[in-house]
């Protein structure tokens, strides 16, 4: 019996300890749900996210590696080269040479104030958004930076409804859909209406790259589902320079006399202007 108990004993001392939440600082164990280990969850999205711009940079020197020619269909949020400076990433079409992305969408709201030109599907913001994409805010910014948009060093950090104009690389966005068997496509600013414009606006888009979510490492527009945006908001990834109805809650909304029914399919078109870096 004495050797059956200390064979046991033995055995108990030579057992691993199993991590748990004891394991980590309190700071750490604070946040909610997978952030709570941060070495697994919290800095894997930025690692990601850092991996995919570095090839990016490479795509733009012409010195992808090898592993791009691949033509097996790529995980989730990777690229897929298509030829002809053409890549897939998730659901968006980059298209180097017209410097165009292009990603399918849907009419999420019409009738109600909005904040947000497009979001993802199931955002935290999807109720104040025109359009929704089953996209991830990752993707997008990938997208972007294939099309060679970086982040304006000038610009300040911001806080939401802002009234300060915006700096950053210039881009255009056009919505196409239809018309009953006609096809339609039309400026971002025309599909939006502001009830203190007798008519649409031009308004000038500029890329801002959204920032770290601000209770832990991942990326602000993964965790937001906000993409474009025209309140300032600094997690968005494409933003309205100089602002949409800031100070006059409910002033925009989608134009019902053009946009076809809520879940209709469109299409957004993101164009980099043929000057390049143009920038507010």
Not at 89 to 99: N, P, T, Y
Not at 253 to 273: D, K, M
């Amino acid at each position: 019996m004495r050797l059956a108990q200390s064979d046991s004993n033995t055995r108990k001392r030579a057992r691993p300890e199993v991590p748990s939440a004891r394991n980590f600082p309190l700071q750490s164990r604070t946040r909610a749900g997978p952030s709570a280990f941060p070495l697994i969850s919290g800095g894997t999205a930025f690692v990601r996210l850092a991996g995919c711009a570095a090839l990016a940079c490479l795509l733009l020197a012409g010195r992808a590696p090898l592993a791009v020619a691949q033509t097996a269909p790529p995980p989730p949020g990777a690229m897929k080269p298509l030829g002809g400076e053409r890549y897939q990433i998730g659901k968006i079409i980059v298209d180097r040479k017209e410097r165009r992305m292009t990603l399918p969408a849907r009419v999420h709201v019409v009738d109600r104030p909005l904040e947000y030109l497009l979001t993802t599907t199931g955002g935290m913001k999807e109720y104040e958004s025109l359009f929704e994409a089953d996209i991830s805010g990752t993707e997008f910014n990938l997208a972007c930076i294939l099309l060679g948009l970086e982040r304006d060093k000038s610009q300040e950090p911001y806080l939401q409804f802002s009234p300060k104009p915006l700096a950053g690389p210039r881009v255009e966005i056009t919505v196409a859909g239809k018309d009953g068997d006609r096809a339609v496509r039309w400026n971002a600013s025309e599909v939006m209406f502001d009830a203190g414009q007798k008519a649409p606006e031009p308004v000038e888009w500029v890329y801002v790259g959204s920032q770290k979510n601000w209770q832990d490492d991942r990326y602000a527009a993964d965790v937001t589902g906000t993409l474009i945006g025209f309140v300032h908001d600094p997690n968005t990834v494409i933003e309205s320079a100089m602002g949409l109805g800031i100070g006059a809650y409910g002033s925009v909304n989608g134009n019902a006399a053009l946009l076809p029914s809520v879940g209709a399919e469109v299409e957004v078109s993101i164009t980099v202007p043929s000057a390049g870096a143009d920038r507010k």
